[in-house]
């Protein structure tokens, strides 16, 4: 399986087994995946910060039976998770898509755990949004990612997203759900108190070298994880390249076509099977260039 890179104005060609467009945390799985089973891979971001949305989201998980639940004694049945999830997508229920969610949710999870950077917890009480509807639990299904130092990124860090400043303190410091309760507590607990000055500290001396913190959490710290990862795997990342159509013969997808932020375009051709997530295959052109299958 085979990929083949064709640079438009040289007439020369770059070879890579997977092609994945968009580096949120789909397109982030989908490179280490790849590249763990020993496959050449491209992760294409057509912004010049990898992460996409993900990277400022709360990089949570809500997963079926996880074994981060079953070792703090919560066991579900896969029944009470059909029930909850009938009573809130209602019309649009697809059997099919719902039962490989139960079933592989948890290996999925598994397996990006084992061959990654990526770490999750159990949050000790997060109920489903609507916990009273039948099915519905206090706890069990939801983990947050843990804590992750940006350091181990190295030159690529200055290219991770950067969240938004209403999700940073002091202009570059991220927290996350239990740095925020040590805030609400320094002024009468010790332990929140020294947590704070701690966290501080370690800001101070990060802005010495950093433009900001490099103590990731939430979906910086889920981004980072899976790029150390991929980038060790040796996939390549380009930013600032945008797909601009699909290459299909006889209605296989064989490569797409891509701008960077250079000269001329780039064409990307593939004897094999691409990923494609995110951003193109939500635009019209995306949409049109993709083959009936």
């Known amino acids: 399986m085979n990929t083949t890179t064709s640079l438009s104005s040289a007439n020369a060609s770059l070879t890579y087994d997977v092609i994945v467009l968009g580096s949120g945390a789909a397109g982030f799985a989908t490179a280490v995946t790849a590249s763990c089973r020993g496959l050449k891979v491209l992760l294409v971001e057509k912004t010049e910060a990898f992460g996409g949305t993900s990277a400022i989201s709360g990089g949570a998980v809500w997963l079926h039976d996880t074994d981060q639940a079953r070792a703090a004694g919560h066991h579900l049945p896969a029944e009470q998770m059909r029930l909850y999830l009938k009573e809130v997508i209602g019309t649009g229920y697809n059997l099919e898509l719902i039962e490989t969610f139960i079933e592989q949710g948890r290996e999925a999870l598994r397996y990006l755990e084992t061959h990654s950077e990526l770490k999750y917890s159990l949050r000790p009480l997060s109920p489903d ?143 094999g099977r691409g990923a494609g997530h995110g951003w193109f295959c939500r635009q019209p052109k995306g949409r049109r260039a993709a083959p009936g299958n």
């Open 129 to 271: 949004y609507y916990p009273d509807l039948p099915g519905g639990t206090q706890a069990g299904r939801a983990l947050e990612i843990d804590e992750y130092d940006g350091r181990r990124l190295g030159e690529h860090f200055k290219d991770l997203k950067r969240p938004p400043d209403g999700m940073l303190l002091f202009g570059g410091m991220m927290v996350n759900r239990v740095d925020i309760q040590h805030f609400l507590s320094f002024k009468r607990s010790p332990k929140s108190l020294w947590h704070c000055l701690k966290l501080m500290g370690r800001y101070a001396v990060d802005r010495l070298s950093h433009p900001r913190g490099t103590r990731l959490t939430v979906g910086n710290a889920l981004i980072a994880r899976l790029a150390t990862t991929a980038l060790a795997n040796g996939v390549e990342l380009w930013l600032q390249a945008v797909p601009e159509s699909l290459i299909v013969k006889q209605g296989t997808v064989k490569g797409v076509q891509i701008s960077v932020a250079r000269p001329n375009p780039i064409g990307f051709r593939q004897r």
